[in-house]
């Protein structure tokens, strides 16, 4: 059965640091991974899927890896701002299993 | 694109009722997923449908729980009875086909008496 931990459960960081945020699994045969943000109360905003052939995907501050063979994901955020606070969540795409997601807050 | 689209946005209902969860896909998408998101639990996977087909149901807690898809522009998730544990918040999300990237809806908070 896959399992997936994001460590660390919460961050707090001043703005304008560079961070990363860790998902690791169990069980590597996955066909691809997908970060989202979760702002409180709503609903999950996708960031990145990066498929499992490939090793990195950017978008803006933002640039997530992928190591299946050590089974972690890894999302850098550059620079970060107070609106980049939320709950970052992984998403397996294998039999679609959530990590149980890292509290951001990034304090002015 | 107006997005993923969920109803009601919030239900309050008591024990024992009949319990309907509405949603409707982006259009072209040919997978929909509905999740299930408490504090104890996290967000777990219900059940999946690919062009109308459910695929995966294990995540189904009970048979109290049911889902249809009649066509590609609608699904629903049914509870009967409901019952306070099923407090939470329900999310819709749909893929242009099984391991594409997901859009989610904004979610049904459901809160059971």
């Known amino acids: 059965k896959q399992e997936v931990t994001q460590i660390p459960a919460a961050l707090s960081v001043p703005e304008g640091e560079n961070l990363v945020l860790n998902c690791s699994f169990t069980d590597s045969a996955i066909y691809n991974l997908q970060w989202f943000r979760q702002d409180p109360g709503k609903g999950l905003t996708s960031l990145l899927l990066i498929q499992s052939s490939q090793r990195e995907q950017t978008s803006g501050r933002l640039n997530a890896s992928l190591d299946k063979s050590s089974g972690r994901s890894t999302l850098y955020i550059a620079a970060s701002q107070p609106g980049d606070s939320a709950t970052y969540l992984c998403?397996?795409?294998?039999?679609?299993?959530f990590g149980p997601g890292t509290r951001l807050s990034v304090l002015p | 694109d107006a997005g993923v689209i969920q109803s009601p946005r919030h239900e309050v209902t008591e024990m024992g009722q009949e319990v309907t969860l509405r949603c409707k896909p982006i259009s072209g998408h040919n997978s929909l997923f509905w999740y299930r998101q408490t504090m104890m639990r996290g967000l777990e996977l219900l059940i999946y449908?690919?062009?109308?087909?459910?695929?995966?149901d294990s995540g189904m807690p009970e048979d109290r729980f049911s889902a249809k898809m009649p066509n590609a522009s609608f699904s629903t998730l049914k509870i009967q009875p409901s019952e306070p544990r099923d407090s939470a918040v329900y999310f819709c999300?749909?893929?242009?086909?099984?391991?594409?990237?997901?859009?989610f809806g904004p979610g049904t908070r459901l809160t059971v008496l």
């Open positions: 999300a749909s893929s242009l086909a099984n391991y594409n990237e997901q859009f």
């Open positions: 449908f690919n062009n109308n087909v459910p695929i995966d």
């Open positions: 998403l397996l795409g294998q039999n679609f299993v």
